[in-house]
């Protein structure tokens, strides 16, 4: 993929000058990355893919504001989480209920008398991780999965989200603290099973 | 030896801690620092990736066929909008006319201003070429920084910062111009690069959603857009400062 960022180039100014086969290459060169991208932070199929074809409009409005001081990848790349972050927001509104009660069921989760068999299957751990980072605010689940999955430093990060890189670290550490908060017994739990 | 925070912790999990080396050394010294680096470690390394859903390797043409059409429908829109062009440049054209015969009608009513303007001489033009276009980055990084410190969700009503930003642009085209005439190719470029993001707010709707407000934090940071023109605002200031001001000059010779 990182071979065709010179390609891009000449695709990016193509489509700029109105050929629709120019941008159709950028998006069949890059979407497959930025539906990765896009379920790793959305976490269901149906919004990746709204967000692959909402970062793709956005990117095409933008176009003539692309100035090549980045890679094009890079460039959508930030687009396609700012869609991802947005689509977060207006989930977040409509689902704020159903979020509470899956934060009431996950806390029941935690609490109820830990049976080794049930604690050391990590499918259990994996679903309750899923629930906390759905619990998350769009800014904190988007940093800590940048960082945590992606690899991007604080500084990049920030960058991507328009934020200040402290501000960037302090949104994973507040994520980690809630995975803490609501993992902490399980995880202990599980992990004494497995070395006991 | 200072104690170690959380923070700190998470940081050096992720290998960003800047004292990593000195952090190491005292996790592998301290029972308890190992304790509770372990208790994070155990969380963090049970966040495992989702299995992503496989896509087809078609999955890209499929993208673009649902896309098509869309763009399609955005073309013709900005068709339309192009026809209009020549209409819009005749009205700047207009302006500039309307401004320049304003100057003359000024410079007519009042005399002693109009022979102020004539003595400043290439001096003072270049000084107020400066320090006009100084005050003009100054205005428009006020309008960008507060609009990309806007972090509140939902939908605002930037009215007032769209007419701000549609008067910029329009200064900001003019003293380009007089940039680029007057040799300063990297204010001219700074100017051109500024005047994008511009022209994307003033021909922007008047109520936009927060996700407008990334985007425009994108693109200011894109070229680092904010940081040149404070840096350069900052030079010309100070170049425009340096130049001889005539008339104060002719007002200190008339003082002694």
Same mark, same amino acid.
């Given at each position: 993929?990182?071979?065709?960022e010179?390609?891009?180039?000449?695709?990016?100014?193509?489509a700029?000058a109105?050929?629709?086969?120019?941008?159709?290459?950028?998006?069949e060169? %890059?979407?497959q990355?930025?539906?990765?991208t896009?379920?790793?932070?959305?976490?269901?199929?149906?919004?990746?893919?709204?967000v692959?074809?909402e !970062?793709?409009?956005? !990117?095409y409005?933008k176009?003539?504001l692309?100035?090549?001081r980045?890679?094009?990848?890079?460039?959508? %790349?930030?687009?396609?989480?700012?869609? !991802?972050?947005?689509? +977060?927001?207006?989930?977040?509104?409509?689902?704020?209920?159903?979020?509470?009660?899956?934060?009431t069921?996950?806390?029941?989760?935690?609490?109820?008398?830990?049976?080794?068999?049930? +604690?050391?299957?990590?499918?259990?751990?994996?679903?309750?991780?899923?629930?906390?980072?759905?619990?998350l605010?769009?800014?904190?689940?988007? !940093?800590?999965l940048?960082?945590?999955?992606?690899?991007h430093?604080?500084a990049?990060i920030?960058?991507?989200?328009?934020?200040r890189p402290?501000?960037?670290?302090?949104?994973?550490?507040?994520?980690v603290?809630k995975?803490?908060?609501?993992?902490?017994p399980m995880?202990?739990?599980?992990?004494?099973?497995?070395?006991? | 030896?200072? *104690?170690?925070t959380? /923070?700190?912790?998470?940081l050096?999990?992720?290998?960003e801690?800047?004292?990593?080396?000195? @952090?190491?050394?005292q996790?592998?010294?301290? &029972? /308890?620092?190992?304790?509770?680096?372990?208790?994070l470690?155990?969380?963090? #390394?049970?966040?495992?990736?989702?299995?992503?859903?496989?896509?087809?390797?078609?999955?890209?043409?499929a993208?673009w066929?649902?896309? &098509?059409?869309?763009?399609e429908?955005?073309?013709?829109?900005?068709w339309?909008?192009?026809?209009?062009?020549?209409?819009? $440049? =005749?009205?700047?054209? &207009?302006?500039?006319?309307?401004?320049?015969?304003g100057?003359?009608?000024?410079?007519r009513? =009042?005399?002693?201003?109009?022979v /102020?303007l004539?003595?400043?001489?290439?001096?003072?033009?270049?000084?107020?070429?400066?320090?006009?276009?100084?005050?003009?980055?100054?205005?428009?990084?006020?309008?960008?920084v507060?609009l990309?410190?806007t972090?509140?969700?939902? $939908?605002?009503?930037?009215?007032?910062?769209?007419?701000?930003?549609?008067?910029?642009?329009s200064?900001?085209?003019l003293?380009r111009q007089?940039?680029?005439?007057?040799?300063? &190719?990297?204010?001219?470029a700074?100017?051109?690069?500024l $005047?994008?993001?511009l022209?994307?707010?003033?021909?922007?709707? $008047?109520?936009?959603? *927060?996700?407008?407000l990334? #985007? @425009?934090?994108?693109? @200011? #940071?894109?070229?680092?857009l904010?940081?040149?023109v404070?840096?350069v605002?900052?030079?010309?200031?100070e170049?425009g400062r340096?130049?001889?001001?005539p008339? *104060?000059e002719e007002?200190s010779?008339l003082?002694?």
């Amino acid at each position: 993929m990182r071979g065709m960022e010179g390609n891009d180039l000449e695709l990016v100014e193509q489509a700029r000058a109105g050929d629709s086969d120019a941008f159709r290459g950028l998006v069949e060169g %890059h979407s497959q990355r930025i539906f990765r991208t896009a379920f790793r932070l959305t976490g269901s199929e149906q919004n990746a893919e709204d967000v692959v074809q909402e !970062a793709f409009l956005r !990117a095409y409005r933008k176009l003539h504001l692309f100035d090549g001081r980045s890679q094009f990848g890079t460039w959508l %790349h930030r687009i396609a989480v700012n869609c !991802a972050m947005d689509l +977060m927001r207006k989930e977040g509104r409509r689902t704020q209920r159903e979020t509470i009660e899956e934060r009431t069921e996950l806390e029941a989760m935690v609490n109820r008398d830990p049976r080794p068999d049930r +604690m050391a299957e990590s499918s259990e751990v994996g679903q309750a991780v899923q629930q906390v980072l759905l619990s998350l605010s769009p800014t904190e689940r988007t !940093a800590f999965l940048l960082r945590h999955f992606e690899g991007h430093t604080s500084a990049e990060i920030g960058r991507i989200l328009g934020i200040r890189p402290g501000a960037s670290r302090n949104a994973v550490f507040r994520a980690v603290k809630k995975l803490r908060a609501a993992l902490g017994p399980m995880v202990e739990e599980s992990h004494e099973v497995s070395h006991g | 030896m200072k *104690s170690v925070t959380d /923070e700190q912790l998470i940081l050096y999990y992720y290998g960003e801690a800047s004292d990593a080396e000195e @952090l190491g050394r005292q996790i592998e010294a301290s &029972a /308890e620092l190992q304790r509770r680096f372990e208790a994070l470690r155990g969380i963090l #390394d049970s966040v495992e990736e989702p299995e992503i859903p496989e896509r087809h390797p078609s999955y890209g043409s499929a993208v673009w066929h649902r896309l &098509a059409p869309q763009l399609e429908q955005r073309r013709s829109r900005l068709w339309d909008w192009e026809l209009l062009k020549p209409r819009r $440049e =005749w009205a700047l054209v &207009a302006a500039t006319l309307l401004l320049v015969v304003g100057a003359f009608l000024a410079g007519r009513l =009042w005399p002693r201003q109009q022979v /102020e303007l004539a003595a400043v001489g290439y001096d003072g033009q270049e000084r107020i070429l400066l320090l006009t276009v100084a005050k003009h980055l100054e205005k428009s990084e006020m309008l960008l920084v507060e609009l990309a410190n806007t972090r509140d969700n939902g $939908e605002f009503d930037i009215s007032a910062e769209r007419q701000l930003a549609g008067q910029l642009r329009s200064d900001s085209r003019l003293y380009r111009q007089a940039a680029k005439q007057s040799g300063q &190719a990297d204010v001219a470029a700074l100017l051109e690069q500024l $005047e994008r993001v511009l022209v994307e707010l003033a021909n922007g709707p $008047e109520m936009i959603p *927060s996700s407008d407000l990334g #985007d @425009l934090r994108v693109l @200011l #940071d894109e070229g680092d857009l904010l940081f040149k023109v404070r840096v350069v605002g900052s030079r010309l200031r100070e170049e425009g400062r340096g130049l001889k001001n005539p008339a *104060s000059e002719e007002r200190s010779a008339l003082d002694v």
